[in-house]
């Protein structure tokens, strides 16, 4: 029983840290497959996690907290919009700026607002979001194997648990089953054949940035109102990062990055446990190795399994109209 | 043309004066930023009590990167601080380099006792941390019913692994079957400021069976801490007083009074007695415990710490320090 236990509780942790990377990497779905670069996941994920602390603090409530993150984001999209996709800007260039203004401008305003630079007041119980506990998990929990399933792994996680999983199906029918996704598709391999047809590749690519901020919004909430009940400096901690190579390594599909987001965070999740263990006949593996194990196994798919990412043609490239 | 010129160095006075003070403390913080609750903060509030007890003046720089300490020391020196403390082991080679070109100035360093010190301004404070760590781990496992503690830590450096030696030596002490789950954060800087891996950390150890955690993580630590309230275990605090965070989910916190260090000094520098060496503080000087407010210490956990803390200070019992293995 303990093994199982063991295996739930492995489970449990992969689907939490994984959580923030599928939002991200969903979020970089649809504006890489528009043809629009986001390396600003990081900052804007950052921007998100402040702005839900902040706003759930004062207005008491973690949804309008999430609602606020929500609107901030889109306009930091929108930003990135306006300087990559209607000034033509350089994409990349657009996103390091955000991260780095984001950086600093969390941090200024904390210290302006709460005399804490990079700190933001713990939010009590009813300005988060608390587990959820399913019904009947209790009285389910002796039953074997279906208790434990339903019990320790369905039950007892944050909303944003459950959303970011449930929003890969909804992501994959977008992009791949709507005719919605078909321009979006298309408006990132072959811009000028979808402006031929008649549709507006400027608004096609600030649609899906919009769709972008809304999604990476929920990450940032996620760390600063689900798990954790403060924002603090410089919290993302890369992992918007990450998420974008999982989104590169799941070849720009909801799918594959799925996998890929856990995959990161089972190998996250195993070497927190693998920590201080005694493995049978190889002993006590050195911490550093251990937590470089995500980074190696990553290379090793990557050289190994993964065939040839092939990104969306046009992307990186400002559409210009022929004259 | 005189005018302007005046004007100029009027202005230029004003900017690099520091004459509205007898005594400037500067301060420069750790990686894990100003207010990380614990470490940093302490220093801020023991500089803020120097500025309104003994009427000083307050210069501090809080560093984006290791690569800064230096400069900002050196900033900090040109501004007129008649005693600069520098936080943490990674600020050990800027006050050797900085205090070597100013010889009039006092420095006070913070965890770290090795340097060279040619012009005889560095007090420098490194603490038995494994001393106080050994007295919460006793708590620990008198607190726990499941016979399970846990241990985060925050990079995985030997100052950090003297936390985790103290605590589980002390647990031990007082169960010998005690079983000691510990994790370490991360091995860059970053490790410091993750409170999202904190509480991952610390969810997987209750999972483990955890019910009494121990955090020695800096800004790291607040997520471990929130992680244990959010499951109704008990923390441990760390540094500075911690016990305020979440009342009733803390047990007690290990304190490391690096706030008297830079009071005296400060007071010691007013008064020309200020002596410059290497200072390794522990229990026998007080300079290392546990807090009781706000915690949930009980009388007779206060009593076997306070026996095991009389031992340790007399050399009865000598409590091993990991850093040194």
Not at chain 1, 37 to 45: A, H, N, T, V
Not at chain 1, 126 to 151: C, K, M, N
Not at chain 2, 300 to 310: K, R
Request: charged share 15%.
């Amino acid at each position: 029983m303990e093994f199982l236990s063991d295996i739930a509780s492995l489970i449990n942790s992969t689907l939490r840290i994984s959580t923030p990377l599928v939002f991200a990497a969903m979020a970089g779905i649809f504006a890489e497959r528009s043809g629009v670069i986001d390396f600003s996941l990081e900052g804007k994920m950052l921007m998100a996690a402040f702005v839900a602390a902040v706003g759930s603090y004062y207005l008491g409530n973690p949804w309008l907290g999430l609602l606020l993150a929500i609107i901030v984001c889109v306009c930091l999209s929108m930003l990135h919009g306006f300087a990559s996709v209607t000034h033509k800007g350089d994409q990349v260039v657009s996103c390091v700026a955000i991260n780095i203004l984001i950086i600093g401008l969390t941090t200024a305003l904390a210290a302006a607002w709460f005399g804490q630079a990079g700190l933001t007041p713990t939010l009590n119980e009813d300005q988060r979001f608390l587990e959820i506990h399913l019904p009947f998990a209790d009285a389910l929990r002796d039953i074997p194997v279906i208790g434990t399933l339903y019990s320790d792994i369905l039950s007892g996680h944050y909303v944003f648990v459950y959303l970011a999983y449930l929003s890969v199906p909804l992501v994959f029918w977008i992009v791949f089953k709507t005719s919605f996704g078909l321009r979006l598709r298309a408006v990132g391999e072959n811009p000028s054949a979808v402006d031929t047809a008649g549709i507006n590749v400027f608004t096609m690519r600030y649609k899906a940035l919009a769709i972008n901020g809304v999604l990476i919004a929920f990450a940032g909430a996620h760390l600063s109102t689900a798990v954790n009940a403060n924002f603090f400096r410089e919290m993302s901690a890369g992992r918007g990062y990450l998420a974008l190579a999982a989104m590169i390594f799941g070849k720009w599909h909801p799918k594959t990055a799925l996998i890929a987001c856990l995959l990161f965070g089972f190998t996250d999740a195993l070497q927190i446990r693998l920590q201080g263990v005694e493995l049978p006949a190889i002993g006590e593996i050195p911490v550093q190795l251990i937590q470089a194990l995500p980074y190696i196994l990553t290379v090793v798919l990557l050289a190994g399994f993964v065939g040839k990412a092939i990104a969306p043609n046009a992307i990186g490239q400002p559409y210009i109209k022929e004259r | 043309m005189k005018k302007i010129l005046s004007i100029f160095s009027v202005s230029f006075a004003l900017v690099f004066s520091s004459s509205a003070f007898a005594n400037t403390i500067g301060v420069v913080y750790d990686s894990g930023g100003k207010f990380d609750k614990s470490f940093n903060e302490l220093a801020f509030n023991t500089a803020e009590r120097v500025v309104n007890e003994l009427g000083w003046g307050m210069i501090e720089f809080e560093s984006a990167n290791d690569n800064q300490i230096e400069q900002g020391m050196r900033k900090i020196a040109d501004r007129g601080a008649t005693m600069i403390v520098g936080m943490g082991f990674a600020q050990a080679d800027a006050v050797a380099a900085v205090s070597a070109d100013y010889p009039d100035i006092k420095f006070v360093a913070v965890d770290v006792c090795w340097l060279d010190d040619p012009n005889n301004n560095i007090y420098q404070a490194c603490y038995k941390e494994h001393e106080g760590s050994f007295l919460v781990g006793m708590m620990a496992a008198m607190a726990s019913k499941s016979g399970t503690i846990g241990f985060v830590g925050g990079m995985d450096i030997p100052l950090i692994r003297k936390f985790q030696g103290g605590y589980e030596q002390g647990a031990q002490y007082v169960n010998p079957d005690i079983t000691v789950l510990a994790n370490m954060t991360g091995t860059t800087n970053e490790a410091w400021n993750n409170p999202t891996k904190g509480a991952e950390l610390t969810k997987a150890q209750i999972d483990g069976g955890a019910d009494v955690v121990y955090q020695a993580a800096g800004g790291t630590g607040i997520g471990v801490l929130q992680a244990a309230a959010d499951a109704g275990i008990m923390g441990i605090g760390v540094d500075s007083n911690q016990n305020w965070m979440h009342p009733g989910n803390m047990l007690t916190s290990m304190l490391k009074r690096l706030d008297l260090t830079i009071f005296e000094q400060a007071k010691n520098v007013e008064s020309g007695r200020f002596e410059s060496g290497i200072n390794i503080l522990g229990l026998s000087e007080g300079m290392v415990g546990y807090a009781t407010e706000d915690g949930m210490v009980t009388s007779e956990m206060a009593a076997a710490a306070d026996a095991a803390a009389a031992d340790i200070a007399s050399g009865a019992l000598v409590v091993a320090d990991w850093s040194q293995e």
